[in-house]
T-cell receptor, first 113, second 114 residues
Framework: GQQLNQSPQSMFIQEGEDVSMNCTSS?????WLWYKQDPGEGPVLLIA?????ELTSNGRLTAQFGITRKDSFLNISASIPSDVGIYFC?????????????FGKGTKLSVIP | DAGVIQSPRHEVTEMGQEVTLRCKPI?????LFWYRQTMMRGLELLIY????????DSGMPEDRFSAKMPNASFSTLKIQPSEPRDSAVYFC????????????FGPGTRLTVL
């Protein structure tokens, strides 16, 4: 089946630092989504990307849809303690009735005050 | 507007018992997805519905799992009989396919089978 390789698996950073994480796939996706999950909660959608090369920002978050359509990255600038959580990428190959998301394994972010 | 609603939030049961998880999707959404999350396997899609019709149930682990969507505002995931390896967090998500591919998740049901 489809695989999304998300890296890094975990990271510890100082408050105020910038963060970068990415996802790669052997398959082409038409949509890339980035989610954040807090402990005991469901994933919350952060950014959605629909076009190859698209660069989209949401506050301190910026995500890009790779030109090859096989990768995406998420950057967080000037991290704060509430950025702690697990970040998931998800890709979607929309086609004849297929709306499934394939999820990466997640990047666990810890922010040291 | 209310998001995806799931109940119960926590369920503890004994092996062999029947478990029913419930989901109310976002009003107006036409697709509903059931996921299972574990440390080892991450987020796995179990089954999804479009316009109340099951489209792909290839992720359902085995015959002990079944899902229904009797109407646009309600779905159930049933495990019978439950086993300890079914312990996980089960999420329901909904989306408005055709307009957006974005899926919105509920808070999840944490299932523990003893």
């Amino acid at each position: 089946g489809q695989q999304l390789n998300q890296s890094p698996q975990s990271m510890f950073i100082q408050e105020g630092e910038d963060v970068s994480m990415n996802c790669t796939s052997s398959s082409i996706f038409n949509t890339w989504l980035w989610y954040k999950q807090d402990p005991g909660e469901g994933p919350v959608l952060l950014i959605a990307l629909y076009k190859a090369g698209e660069l989209t920002s949401n506050g301190r978050l910026t995500a890009q849809f790779g030109i090859t359509r096989k990768d995406s990255f998420l950057n967080i600038s000037a991290s704060i303690p509430s950025d702690v959580g697990i970040y998931f990428c998800a890709g979607q190959k929309s086609g004849a009735g297929s709306y499934q998301l394939t999820f990466g394994k997640g990047t666990k972010l810890s922010v040291i005050p | 507007d209310a998001g995806v609603i799931q109940s119960p939030r926590h369920e503890v049961t004994e092996m062999g018992q029947e478990v029913t998880l419930r989901c109310k999707p976002i009003s107006g959404h036409n697709s509903l997805f059931w996921y299972r999350q574990t440390m080892m396997r991450g987020l796995e899609l179990l089954i999804y519905f479009n316009n109340n019709v099951p489209i792909d149930d290839s992720g359902m682990p085995e015959d002990r799992f079944s899902a229904k969507m009797p109407n646009a505002s309600f779905s159930t995931l049933k495990i019978q009989p439950s086993e300890p390896r079914d312990s996980a967090v089960y999420f329901c998500a909904s989306s408005l396919v055709g307009t957006s591919n974005e899926q919105f998740f509920g808070p999840g049901t944490r299932l523990t089978v003893l």
